[in-house]
């Protein structure tokens, strides 16, 4: 089966960190490019961040996390994971990892590539 499953949400205070986690299965992450992608109540889907396929090189940000946020890969775990510090209220939402049929930094369409079930992100002020 091939899919993807996200873990690592929950509820933090404001400036705290956590650390995403994205697990494939029934294919290897290496060799696809992948994004993070946010759904904040109101406003809809959200690109957070990508990473390239295979040398992982290319990682781009929303200037609303740059700085902030990063985006890896470990090819041993076949995990991709968005390590997220200093959050904000703002950054509240359910995020999404998401397998892109190329590298992109706009917001993937639902239909498009293979997304996982997502997970809860709260950040209290």
């Known amino acids: 089966l091939v899919a993807l499953v996200e873990s690592g949400g929950g509820t933090v205070q404001s400036g705290g960190s956590l650390r995403l986690s994205c697990s494939g299965s029934?294919?290897?992450?290496?060799?696809?490019?992948f994004a993070w992608v946010r759904e904040v109540s109101g406003k809809g889907l959200e690109w957070v961040s990508s990473i390239s396929d295979r040398d992982g090189e290319s990682r781009r940000y929303a200037d609303s996390v740059v700085g902030r946020f990063i985006i890896s890969r470990d090819r041993s775990q076949n995990q991709v994971y968005l390590q997220m510090n200093r959050l904000k209220p703002e950054d509240t939402g359910v995020y999404y990892c998401?397998?892109?049929?190329?590298?992109?930094?706009?917001?993937?369409?639902?239909?498009?590539?293979?997304w996982g079930q997502g997970t809860q992100v709260t950040v209290s002020s």
């Open positions: 029934g294919f290897f992450i290496w060799t696809y490019s």
């Open positions: 998401v397998r892109t049929p190329r590298f992109t930094t706009t917001t993937p369409d639902r239909n498009v590539g293979l």
